[in-house]
């Protein structure tokens, strides 16, 4: 399945916090949104799932307009786990991966046992089976990410949308949020996810869009996006790509201020 | 496994309550001016007619039903608004079902209506205040809690300040003190019949409810998230809001203002049952009537007047709950 944007503007009122925004993303494939704060990040991902207002341009998923579905149609296809998280009542995790559930309930029908153990799966597979019955608001940024990410797999949708999910997290723990990461898309999810800085674990077959202000300032592989112009035309700040060869013989990328 | 545990507890927790719950419906009616001893309840209510059935049945039968339903109602009511408002700190009354049922009632004492023609105009004003606050903010397009909070705000001030102006205006050897008496709530006056017109309303509003638990727990989680989970919040919430107010405007209309009950129980309930509506919404029913029914108990046998029920469920109530908010900042997220 693909998903295609195209000039894709947002934002409220009169103000235009996303400008002509276009890529693609085929399932099972990474695409990184990436700018510094306020480049128009979250925009993008909540004007793309109907979130907030539309005010042009096309998503289209596999050539059809998802610009008036319901919500529960949208959902079937994009899950989306916000950027940070603190509900007001302490459901237990299981509940909170079980909510995942809720797109395919019909109106008045209640999570079956197969969707209970669909979300035992879930967060089984991100490695959080243990934290089942425990508050969803006392675990830790880290648990909440993977708990979140375990109800996004219950959702079953095609995509998923990430914001920023390791910007709040220590290093150990923003590994674990990539390994899931990879893991979503060997089951064939499409992943699209943001973050504010310009180094990121990427793989060669990613895709990676910059951006600021709102408007687009590369959109390809990470050879194409990442050069010194693009990423200081992004960030305003002289940048160098220094290139290395890792232990398994992986040429790699990493983008350092030129200081 | 811990959570087999919990659902355990909560089954538990039911039987508890019913169990309780039917103990002090029966246990209410030896409570009263007219003494009936605990052991002789059971035998006047089931062995024909006696003097002692007659003041059970006519008198505390009506009183003790119409305690359980409105506790219960005003319970599972708040427990719904304040899931759908994320917002642990409203009541059944946000969006100015009291105020407005309040001003329909002092309209009808106004206008020297007789007492069902009061509830039937508490239960119509009180709905039109919410349907006018819906639509008010059915047109904004984001953001749509705290407009309907705000606007709630308004309509409850311009309400009360409609009452205001009927008890400036009333008769103060009459009609000033009806309308101050119904709106310091009371069960004293409930009948069977207006008992029986407004259990039903009641009822459809908890199935409404209860037939949405699950969206009404991903609505907790906020517009956005609600939205991207599959549930469009804006009608999830219109049809919350129907079911919840079906419930609290019968509960208003029938037992006048009784605060408290609405904002307090569905937290012991969360408390105690999780916040998973399925659970909570049975719960809030059940402790809800238990201590209104309670409250009604003691307002009218701690002193030899009646002490009115707003008062009572207050007093008991307030410092129960700062005592609630104390342990909370203690847990410390």
């Given amino acids: ?259 | 496994m811990e959570t087999k545990g919990k659902k355990f507890r909560f089954g538990r927790v039911m039987l508890l309550l019913t169990a309780v719950s039917l103990l002090l419906i029966v246990g209410s009616f030896g409570v009263g001016y007219y003494h009936i001893a605990p052991w002789e309840i059971l035998p006047a209510l089931f062995g024909g007619d006696s003097p002692q059935l007659t003041v059970l049945k006519n008198l505390r039968m009506p009183r003790i039903l119409a305690a359980f339903a409105i506790g219960g109602a005003l319970a599972v009511g708040g427990s719904a608004y304040q899931g759908m408002f994320k917002n642990p700190l409203v009541s059944p009354d946000i969006l100015g079902v009291s105020a407005g049922a309040g001003l329909g009632a002092a309209l009808a004492i106004t206008a020297g209506s007789p007492a069902w023609g009061v509830q039937l105009s508490a239960f119509v004003f009180g709905i039109g205040t919410v349907v006018i606050c819906y639509l008010v903010v059915h047109r904004v397009p984001w953001n749509q809690t705290v407009s309907l909070i705000l606007a709630g705000t308004m309509l409850q001030t311009l309400a009360n300040a409609g009452v205001t102006m009927l008890k400036y205006l009333a008769d103060p050897d009459d009609t000033l003190p009806a309308i101050t008496f119904w709106l310091m709530g009371s069960l004293a006056k409930v009948e069977m019949e207006t008992l029986g017109a407004a259990v039903p309303p009641m009822v459809v509003g908890f199935v409404i409810l209860m037939g949405m638990r699950y969206r009404l727990n991903a609505l907790t989680l906020g517009d956005d998230e609600a939205r991207s989970l599959g549930i469009d919040p804006r009608r999830t919430r219109a049809v919350a809001i129907a079911g919840a107010t079906l419930l609290s405007a019968s509960a208003v209309c029938i037992g006048g203002l009784i605060g408290f009950v609405g904002l307090m129980i569905p937290h012991v309930a969360r408390w105690l049952v999780g916040p998973q509506y399925g659970r909570l919404l049975p719960a809030s029913c059940l402790m809800g009537g238990c201590f209104l029914l309670l409250m009604d108990d003691m307002a009218r046998s701690t002193l030899t007047m009646e002490i009115p029920l707003g008062v009572m469920t207050a007093a008991v109530g307030a410092p129960f709950f700062l005592w609630l908010i104390t342990r909370q900042g203690g847990d410390a997220r």
Avoid at chain 1, 49 to 71: E, F
Avoid at chain 1, 162 to 173: G, I, K, N, T, V
Avoid at chain 1, 238 to 247: G, N, Q, R, Y
């Fill in chain 1, 1 to 259: 399945m693909k998903l295609d944007v195209q000039h894709l503007t947002g934002g409220y009122g009169r103000r235009t916090a996303l400008e002509d925004v276009s890529f693609s993303l085929e399932t099972g494939k990474v695409l990184w949104v990436l700018g510094p704060n306020g480049s128009g990040k979250s925009t993008l991902f909540r004007t793309l799932l109907g979130l907030q207002p539309r005010k042009g341009g096309q998503v289209l998923l596999d050539g059809q307009d998802t610009g008036r579905w319901k919500a529960s149609e949208m959902a079937r296809y994009f899950s989306y786990i916000p950027q940070s998280h603190t509900p007001v009542f302490d459901y237990p995790v299981e509940e909170v991966v079980l909510m995942g559930r809720v797109c395919h309930l019909k109106p008045l029908q209640s999570p079956g046992k197969a969707d209970r153990e669909l979300a035992m799966k879930a967060l089984e597979q991100m490695g959080g089976l243990h934290l089942a019955g425990r508050p969803y608001t006392a675990l830790s940024g880290g648990e909440r990410q993977l708990v979140l990410i375990a109800r996004a797999l219950c959702q079953q949708a095609r995509f998923v949308v990430m914001d920023e999910p390791a910007s709040d997290l220590d290093y150990a723990r923003s590994l674990a949020v990539w390994r899931a990461v990879r893991a979503l898309t060997r089951q064939g999810c499409g992943v699209m996810l943001s973050s504010h800085a310009p180094e990121n674990p990427l793989e060669r077959e990613d895709r990676l869009l910059l951006l600021r202000e709102g408007k687009m300032v590369a959109w390809g592989t990470p050879d194409q996006v990442l050069t010194p112009e693009a990423l200081e035309a992004a960030y305003g700040v002289p940048m160098e790509i220094l290139e290395a060869v890792d232990h398994a013989g992986r040429k790699r990328r990493i983008c350092v201020a030129r200081e």
